[in-house]
T-cell receptor, first 112, second 118 residues
Framework: SQQGEEDPQALSIQEGENATMNCSYK?????LQWYRQNSGRGLVHLIL?????REKHSGRLRVTLDTSKKSSSLLITASRAADTASYFC????????????FGKGTKLSVKP | KAGVTQTPRYLIKTRGQQVTLSCSPI?????VSWYQQTPGQGLQFLFE???????NKGNFPGRFSGRQFSNSRSEMNVSTLELGDSALYLC?????????????????FGAGSRLTVL
């Protein structure tokens, strides 16, 4: 079953623009993580935000978490063609056995 | 250090056959998780192994099974293949040991095994 749902499903922008992806989830969580997947490859961990954190930065990435709305957003600033990939949020639900539940992802296309 | 290695990368099977996929985790990682990825369902959790024991299981039929060896390498098996089993099967390893201890379950994924069932 899907815990996280990303929005939008697809996003197309020009190089240099910012990209924002949103994730909504259903149950309380210990943490939320974002992963990137280049076409047909494995996923790469980008950033983790814990339930008691509201915002986190890593390079050009900024993640926010609103536990009252059960939502998170991933902002990629000054995007590059190499950022073209699918982005997934994954939740570690409270009371679960720790396995991550992934959303269906946002497909980001950055045009040069 | 070497990443997560999955073999084979691509394979084609016919309905009714069985398949075994292999995963070698990052050295020192004792937790191995398996996911099935399809365009329609996205990433679906199959199971997690830790110290040769299945610690967690997703909602898949019994045709899907797995095991883990003493060196943490893992295999998953799908018997009596169906067309709908065509997917990218992803293995991920993690250092996290006990859920009661601190530390989040951050996964390192392999490149996947692409299974096509004809």
């Amino acid at each position: 079953s899907q815990q996280g749902e990303e929005d939008p499903q697809a996003l197309s922008i020009q190089e240099g623009e910012n990209a924002t992806m949103n994730c909504s989830y259903k149950t309380s969580i210990n943490n939320l993580q974002w992963y990137r997947q280049n076409s047909g490859r494995g996923l790469v961990h980008l950033i983790l935000i814990r339930s008691n954190e509201r915002e986190k930065h890593s390079g050009r990435l900024r993640v926010t978490l609103d536990t009252s709305k059960k939502s998170s957003s991933l902002l990629i600033t000054a995007s590059r063609a190499a950022d073209t990939a699918s982005y997934f949020c994954a939740t570690d639900a409270t009371g679960s056995q720790g396995n991550l539940i992934f959303g269906k992802g946002t497909k980001l296309s950055v045009k040069p | 250090k070497a990443g997560v290695t999955q073999t084979p990368r691509y394979l084609i099977k016919t309905r009714g056959q069985q398949v075994t996929l292999s995963c070698s985790p990052i050295s020192g990682h004792r937790s191995v998780s398996w996911y099935q990825q399809t365009p329609g369902q996205g990433l679906q959790f199959l199971f997690e192994y830790f110290s040769e024991t299945q610690r967690n299981k997703g909602n898949f039929p019994g045709r899907f099974s797995g095991r883990q060896f003493s060196n943490s390498r893992s295999e998953m098996n799908v018997s009596t293949l169906e067309l709908g089993d065509s997917a990218l099967y992803l293995c991920a390893s993690s250092f996290r040991q006990d859920r009661r201890l601190s530390g989040a379950n951050v996964l390192t994924f392999g490149a996947g095994s692409r299974l096509t069932v004809l």
